[in-house]
């Protein structure tokens, strides 16, 4: 046991290690800057919580953060409904499911700075031909305006993503013992009975991991807002990924920048963790 005990703990110790340096040390040192006047290279004045109360006043971070819950709530919800809805499909017994799978998930395999300009493209261009061929005027200027621009931010999103939440839901799903569903079947249930008493409830950890994984990524999207509409237009379609780079970076405000970081962080980490939470409990209850 005792020999067990120590092969366990050095297993971890590169993972617990790459954590330290990656996650834990910057956190701190980027916590203790935020409450000085860091410009990037050096702290020479310690300012309290000056920076937190300036941020709390303004404008195009909390817009940012308004926008991004929006963007966070609804991609969420379609992620999991598509997901979940392709798992299905790729279980049933299919000639082409293999393949199905392969094509779902693919999208996940490409870079989000490269999806960004291919939908770029597609948004501006493809759009407005077919809306010019068409004589569809609402075709015609996407990503011109907030509204179609949060659109094709979202479109992008469960383009990359539903394959990727999809193989979560299809692990979850093929642990189903086949009894229970040819006893329903016997029992006369229809699919949507089956699918309400038994698939629901034995996926409902699925939802669990699958909720916790697309809430923190709809949160630090920053390579496809960049690519896609840069914030554009007059920074209405800005995340708060993208408003925190800009403020570090282009206005050379560091500290100022990491500040935004660290509360970005915890309204993270609450929401996620409140989730996680609540659906565990829902699991019991399921």
């Known amino acids: 046991m005792r020999n067990r005990d120590v092969s366990f703990w050095l297993f971890l110790t590169p ?5 330290g340096l990656v996650v834990i040390v910057p956190l701190i040192y980027g916590t203790y800057y935020s409450f000085t006047d860091w410009n990037g290279l050096s702290a020479n004045e310690f300012v309290g919580f000056d920076h937190y109360v300036r941020l709390f006043q303004d404008q195009a971070f909390l817009s940012s953060i308004w926008f991004t819950i929006k963007f966070a709530f609804v991609t969420v919800i379609l992620l999991n409904i ?3 809805g392709l798992a299905l499909l790729v279980t049933q017994k299919l000639k082409t499911s293999n393949l199905l799978r392969t ?28 809306g010019e061929a068409l004589g569809i005027e ?9 509204n179609t621009g949060f659109w094709g931010l979202v479109i ?8 990727y939440i999809m193989i979560i839901y299809i692990a979850y799903l093929q642990n189903i013992p086949g009894e229970l569903i040819e006893a329903a079947k016997i029992d006369g249930a229809s699919s949507w009975q089956r699918f309400k008493s038994i698939t629901f409830p034995l996926v409902a950890p699925a939802f669990t991991v699958s909720l916790f994984l697309t809430l923190s990524n709809s949160f630090k999207i920053y390579d496809q807002n960049l690519s896609l509409t840069n914030g554009g237009p007059y920074e209405s379609t800005q995340m708060v990924a993208m408003e925190i780079v800009k403020t570090a970076f282009s206005a050379n405000e560091m500290a100022y920048g990491q500040a935004k970081a660290v509360v970005f962080f915890f309204i993270v980490a609450a929401i996620a963790l409140t989730q996680v939470y609540y659906n565990k409990k829902r699991e019991v209850d399921l």
């Open 103 to 130: 094509i779902f998930f693919m999208p996940n395999m490409i870079g989000g700075l490269i999806l960004g300009f291919i939908w770029q493209f597609i948004f501006i261009s493809v759009f407005s031909d077919i």
């Open 156 to 163: 992008l999103t469960l383009w990359q993503m539903s394959g």
């Open 82 to 84: 598509i997901g979940l």
């Open 15 to 19: 993972v617990l290690l790459g954590l």
């Open 138 to 146: 609402a075709l015609q200027g996407w990503l011109s305006t907030t």
